[in-house]
């Protein structure tokens, strides 16, 4: 009723929401081809004349802060994305899988209430855990507390759209002397390729995005990535804005590009156990 009275509300709520999510994004490009000095006076003026000053600055700090900072998150992301998959993969499988049975249904709520945990809550504990192991101010140790923290919600992913799937070719396989190994990896998980872009797409993104669990993991000596690099560049008397706007622009940049060669299977992904199981 309401949208036959006033067909213009739904377009004007669409416009509103739609420049409140583009305002700051053209404030943090125009200021990154602008000159540092004229982004404190005029931020929201467009960059005339644009300048690559900025970036080629970050690029070429003596430092090298950027460059350090990108091969961190690259390889926290890498490892932690990759475990994530397969470990969320096989055990989404196995808890789908095993029906008639009472204690993979109490194995995923317990993983599910995992994802109402905030990781800020049990940072605390997982510290004192990774220094008991030795594991504190290292990769190996953040990349663990990644993989611990978000295997609930790739096995929550894969095993909604796990279910799409007929148990008859699996049984088709096993027949023709195929083991359950072989199973999974040849006949599953290829199958599984829409769920994986999802869980690739959203663990890469927040594992990238992350700031407080490196900082506080890796410790301040033992190298960065790229969201605490960009805290780190920022000094008490930083007066550098376009250096700090250009850094922002250049971490974006690759979990951009691979949301774009992922986007195909992305909906679908997530949408896939919803209708069946």
């Known amino acids: 009723m309401t949208g036959e009275r006033a067909p213009w509300a739904r377009p004007a709520a669409a416009l509103a929401i ?14 990154v081809f602008k000159r540092g000095s004229e982004i404190g006076p005029h931020p929201a003026a467009p960059p005339v004349p644009p300048t690559l000053d900025n970036v080629q600055a970050v690029l070429t700090r003596p430092d090298r ?23 969320s993969a096989m055990l989404g499988h196995y808890l789908v899988r095993a029906r008639g049975r009472r204690w993979p249904r109490a194995l995923m709520l317990l993983l599910l209430a995992g994802l109402m945990i905030p990781p800020q809550v049990i940072l605390l504990p997982i510290t004192r855990v990774l220094e008991t192991f030795h594991l504190m101010t290292t990769v190996q140790g953040l990349v663990l507390f990644n993989v611990g923290y978000y295997v609930p919600f790739g096995v929550f992913v894969f095993s909604g759209f796990m279910r799409t799937i007929p148990v008859e070719l699996e049984q088709a ?6 083991g ?10 290829p199958l599984l390729r829409p769920a994986t872009a999802s869980v690739l797409i959203f663990l890469g993104v927040w594992i990238w995005n992350d700031f407080l669990n490196p900082l506080i993991i890796l410790g301040p000596g033992q190298g960065t990535t790229v ?17 700090v706007f250009a850094m922002m622009f250049l971490a974006t940049l690759p979990v ?6 992922l986007q195909r299977h992305f909906v679908k992904g997530l949408t896939g156990g919803a209708t069946k199981g």
């Open 173 to 178: 396989a096993a027949i023709d002397g195929a």
């Open 256 to 261: 951009l590009v691979f949301y774009l060669l």
């Open 18 to 31: 739609a420049v409140a999510f583009f305002v700051p994004l053209y404030v943090a490009c125009a200021n």
């Open 180 to 189: 359950r190994w072989r199973v999974f990896w040849q006949v599953v998980f």
């Open 227 to 243: 969201t605490t690099g960009i805290y780190r560049s920022i000094g008490q008397y930083q007066a550098d804005f376009g250096s």
């Open 65 to 87: 802060l950027f460059w350090v900072s990108l091969t961190n998150s690259v390889v926290v992301t890498a490892l932690s994305v990759a475990l994530l998959t397969v470990l």
